[in-house]
């Protein structure tokens, strides 16, 4: 390969104008996605959590996911320490719990979870109900603008027996399920 094949970033292009700002939060906005809680516990810390949409699956061999935090959160700041974490994708009626964990509520740490979390034999938090909860190990993160992008190689996942539940999405700013 060339240095004519590669793209290289332009260190001129100027930070992005509020109405391009505007414009992409409202792109974003018609972009439906499964709502998630990241969660993590510390022995001397206690737990904590973060609702998210910013995560999908990174591979299948080994398993691994993408999750992207503000990094100014208690979540991300905790994860630096324990490197462990649940990703909990939340089912349709745990929008409370999204909410509970967006940081809308005034809750934090403890006080976020209830009687509906248990503790996986890792630490890490897993929320009864949810679709699904992958309980991952962080293998790699990386600081971007306001977020750090987290990826975790899966260690473990936690389903239900029966048929999954349908999942709870956000779209439009607003918490919806598939019909």
């Not at 292009?13 to 409202?26: C, D, K, S, V």
């Not at 792109?27 to 022995?43: H, W």
Request: glycine share 8%; aromatic share 6%; hydrophobic share 40%.
């Amino acid at each position: 390969m060339t240095s004519e094949d590669l793209w290289v970033y332009d260190e001129s292009i100027q930070p992005a104008h509020p109405e391009l700002t505007n414009q992409f939060l409202r792109a974003m906005g018609s972009l439906a996605a499964t709502v998630t809680v990241a969660a993590a516990a510390s022995p001397t810390a206690g737990r904590t959590g973060a609702t998210a949409t910013a995560v999908c699956s990174l591979s299948t061999e080994p398993p691994m996911m993408v999750v992207c935090l503000n990094r100014e959160s208690s979540l991300a700041k905790m994860l630096r320490k324990t490197g462990w974490f649940s990703v909990n994708l939340l089912a349709a009626g745990q929008d409370g719990i999204a909410t509970d964990f967006s940081g809308r509520t005034g809750l934090h740490g403890d006080e976020r979870f209830g009687p509906e979390w248990s503790a996986h034999h890792s630490g890490t938090p897993v929320l009864r109900g949810a679709v699904a909860t992958c309980i991952c190990r962080i293998v790699n993160s990386m600081q971007q603008a306001t977020h750090t992008v987290i990826i975790g190689e899966v260690h473990d996942v936690v389903m239900s027996p029966d048929t999954p539940p349908t999942p709870l999405l956000y779209h439009d700013r607003h918490y919806t399920t598939l019909t």
